[in-house]
C-alpha cells in the first residue's frame, strides 16, 4: 500500500528567510508519524507548506497519490485532509454546538453525535461560548471541527501545548482512537515521551532539516539520543 503522504526535497522561504532545507518524510495509511524538534526547528512551516499555506519553492509532494504541490488550501483540504494548526483556531463567540455546526459534515462516520460520545466534557458545554472554555476544552473542540470533515489524513500541531497533564493525556488517547479508525495522522509535538508512545514513525526535524527518520519505539529507546536531538525527555 502507497504512503498516504510524501514529501520530497521541500524547501521553504519566509520572504528571504530559508526555513525547510530539503526535508523529506512520508506518512503511511492509518498510523501515526510525529515530526518532534525544538523551537524554531520549523515543524509548523512543514505542516503549513504541506497545506499549501506556505508553498514550497523547490520540492514535490504528493497526497492520496496525486501531485498536489502546488494545489491551492481549500482544494487540498476537500481532498481529505484536516488541519488542526497551534492556538486552538475556534470561534470564540459562538457557543461549542455553532462551532461544531460550522464545518460542513462530509460523508463519513463522523457526526457531532459521535463527537459527543467522544469528547463527553463537550456535550456538557455544548451551550457555552468558545471564550469560556478551559485550553483543554478548545482543543477538544479542534479536534472535533477536524473529525467532523471525516478527513483521511488528519495533521496536528502541538496539540498539547499548554494543556495540564491530564488534559494531555486525553488528547493523546484521542489521537490514538483515530488511528484505530483508519485515519491517518501527521503529529507535530514537542511532548517528545507521550507522542513517541503513541506514534508508528518518527522524524526529528532541526534547523529546517530531517536529523532522524525511523521507529517511534527505536527512538523512545534511546533517551539520550531522544534528549540531543530535540531537548526533550523520552523517559516516564
Known amino acids: 500500500m502507497s504512503a498516504t503522504l510524501i514529501a520530497e526535497g521541500l524547501h521553504t522561504y519566509y520572504g528571504k528567510s530559508h526555513i525547510l532545507h530539503g526535508v523529506s518524510l512520508q ?102 461560548r468558545g471564550r469560556l472554555l478551559s485550553g483543554g476544552e ?19 500541531d502541538e496539540p498539547s501545548q499548554g494543556l495540564a497533564p491530564l488534559v494531555v493525556r486525553e488528547v493523546f488517547r484521542v489521537v490514538s482512537r483515530m488511528r484505530d479508525e483508519g485515519i491517518t495522522v501527521l503529529l507535530v509535538e514537542q511532548n517528545a515521551r507521550m507522542s513517541l508512545e503513541i506514534a508508528d514513525h518518527a522524524y526529528v526535524l532541526d534547523d529546517g532539516g530531517i536529523v532522524y527518520a525511523g521507529g517511534a519505539r527505536e527512538l523512545a529507546a534511546d533517551e539520550g539520543r531522544v534528549r540531543a536531538l530535540t531537548g526533550a525527555s523520552a523517559a516516564a
Open 138 to 156: 478548545q482543543e477538544m473542540l479542534s479536534l472535533g471541527r477536524a473529525l467532523l470533515l471525516n478527513p483521511r489524513l488528519l495533521m496536528l
Open 27 to 128: 506518512a503511511e495509511p492509518g498510523r501515526i508519524t510525529v515530526l518532534l524538534g525544538r523551537n524554531g526547528a520549523g515543524k509548523t512551516t512543514t505542516l503549513r507548506t504541506l497545506m499549501g499555506l506556505t508553498p514550497a519553492r523547490q520540492g514535490r509532494v504528493t497526497l492520496f497519490g496525486a501531485d498536489t504541490t502546488r494545489w491551492p488550501t481549500y482544494r487540498i483540504a476537500a481532498s481529505g485532509v484536516g488541519y488542526v494548526p497551534e492556538g486552538r483556531r475556534i470561534f470564540a463567540n459562538l457557543t461549542v454546538e455553532e462551532n461544531l455546526k460550522v464545518p460542513r459534515e462530509r460523508n463519513g462516520p463522523w457526526t457531532i453525535a459521535r463527537i459527543y460520545e467522544l469528547f463527553p466534557r463537550l456535550a456538557e458545554r455544548r451551550l457555552s
